[in-house]
Each structure stands twice: as C-alpha cells, then as structure tokens.
C-alpha cells in the first residue's frame, strides 16, 4: 500500500476561495498580492517563489515561528531573511472565515485585497475510499496506516510505506522503503529495512535550507552533553547586492568525542551542500574529523569545517 497524500483543505466557511500546492501549479498568471495559509515546508516554498517573481506575498501560520520543529537558529534566520525581502509575516495566526471577496478574517484581525490565496496547511493520506478495513487493515486517528519497522501493518501480508504511514513524507524515503521491502521480499535480506533516523531534508526556500539530525533542544532533552558550533554571514556571491541573502550554519554535537548529532544549514547551496555532509553524519562522523578535513576556499561550505 502507497497511496500517498493529498493537499489538506481547513473546515472553515469560505475555504473554496484559496487553492492548494496543486492549484498552484495551474496558476496561468502572477497574482498581484498573495496570502499563503501555513509556514510548513510548502507554504514557505511557494512564498519564496512567488516574492522572488514580484508577488506581494503574506504568510499567515498558527505558530511563533515558520518551520516549526526545524533548529531555532534555522527559524530565526528564515524570519529575519524573508521580513528583509518583503514578505509580511503573521504569526500566531488562525483563520476563522473567507470572505467572498478572499477577505481573510483572523484572530489578529480582517486582511483584504488579495488576488490568490494558498492553503498550505499540510497533506492528508489518501486512505479514506480504499476499503483498507475489508481486508482488516487498520489506520490512525488521523488515517495514516502504522506500521513495524520492516514495513508491515497489523495484517502479517499486507505492507505500506510512503507518505500515507505518516513517517517522513518525502519521495526519496518512500523509494527507499520500497526498494529494501523488495530486497527482503524478494532478495533472501530478511533483516533489510529502512533506518528512519538522520535523513536529510531539505525545504527549497529562497535561499534553500538543508538540516539532518537533531536540533539543538532536541539534543539537549536527549544527551547530558553537547556542545554547539554556529555561523552567520553574507555569502561572497551576494557581497554587492542590495539585497543580501543569509548564510547560517550549525553544527550540533554530543559526547565527549562530539560526534556529529544534528547539522543545519540555510544559504546558497545548502541544498547540494548538504548531501554529502548527510554520508558522513549518517556514517557517524566526529567534530574532530571535520576539523581534519581540508577546507574548500573561497565555499561556503568550508565553514562546516572550519568552526570553532
């Protein structure tokens, strides 16, 4: 079973006047002004892509902050970078009702005069019209199928994975689990499975943000020691420009040999940047064989190795 997900719509009066990622993607004009419902992954990509086009854009997100869950250092440096190119964010936003002329009446107050808005407020598992419980399988509260870490649900034959097991819903993760269900169906590997933990994310924001492992306060609820090491700039490439993005990285570590636990990084290339840092953290690299590590110059990317 992988049905994947869909767009979530919120029960609220007047819904049917936004759209979602997907309608997004059916736009065949550049709305003038914008508001995006959620500061998820989703709802900060299309804000990002619609400011760098020339939309007024406004974020409207239940929490203190976009992103939550990522690093603190992460959702400060977002915050600060998206105000400082135009985008207006409302925090601690809920939405009561749509108007019929996309008024948006909050909790905050009334914000009118927008062209499009966007819900961004998450993706549902499309389980509901599968008649999953013909065949004994069981869902959540929420609908998503839980399963053991070999991929089984609760019937011994019938297996799920992807975005509808409600465990990291990105595609190369779906793949995965299905390429090591088949190994062990298939291949004799009877203890092949999917390791969930340190898989790299990233959230195609302007600039990009690329993290692994544990954030900082996660870290600190989990080990009695760690130790952190950060940077802020302006990377090279934007050193002329009136409008300057920022680079912000941080290196999260544990134990008295300071492995690795948690790495994120916001800038130019966090996205290609990230990848080959994830092998060596999956692998379980240490801070001192970073610093072992050659530095790359003029990178950015020479500042994960180079922290101090």
């Not at 919120?10 to 959620?38: M, N, R, W, Y």
Request: glycine share 10%.
């Amino acid at each position: 079973l992988s049905p994947g997900g869909e767009p979530a719509v919120p029960h609220i009066e007047g819904s049917q006047h936004g759209i979602t990622s997907d309608g997004f993607f059916e736009l065949e004009d550049l709305p003038k002004k914008v508001a995006v419902i959620g500061g998820g992954y989703i709802g900060v990509e299309l804000a990002g892509v619609l400011n760098a086009l020339g939309s007024e854009v406004e974020i409207f997100g239940r929490a203190d902050t976009l992103l939550r869950g990522f690093d603190s250092m992460i959702q400060t440096a977002l915050d600060k970078d998206y105000t400082e190119h135009g985008i207006t964010i409302h925090h601690g936003s809920q939405i009561d009702k749509v108007t019929d002329d996309k008024t948006i009446i909050t909790n905050k107050g009334e914000f009118s005069g927008f062209d499009q808005i966007i819900w961004a407020v998450g993706r549902n598992p499309m389980t509901q019209h599968l008649g999953l419980e013909n065949a004994g399988v069981k869902c959540d509260q929420r609908g998503f199928i839980p399963t053991d870490k070999f991929q089984v649900t609760n019937v011994d034959n019938i297996f799920a994975l992807g975005d509808a097991t409600g465990r990291a819903p990105l595609t190369p993760v779906a793949i995965a689990a299905g390429r090591r269900l088949s190994d062990r169906l298939y291949n004799d590997m009877i203890d092949r499975h999917l390791d969930y933990n340190n898989i790299a994310t990233v959230v195609f924001s302007h600039p990009p943000i690329g993290t692994i492992g544990l954030t900082e306060d996660e870290a600190n609820e989990k080990f009695d020691k760690i130790k952190i090491y950060k940077s802020e700039f302006t990377p090279m490439a934007d050193a002329l420009l009136d409008h300057k993005t920022t680079t912000a990285l941080k290196l999260v570590c544990e134990g008295d040999d300071e492995k690795i636990v948690g790495c994120h990084i916001m800038g130019h290339g966090a996205d290609e940047m990230l990848q080959g840092f994830a092998v060596a953290i999956k692998m379980g690299a240490t801070k001192k064989q970073f610093d072992d590590t050659i530095a790359i110059h003029p990178t950015s990317a020479e500042e994960l190795v180079t922290l101090r």
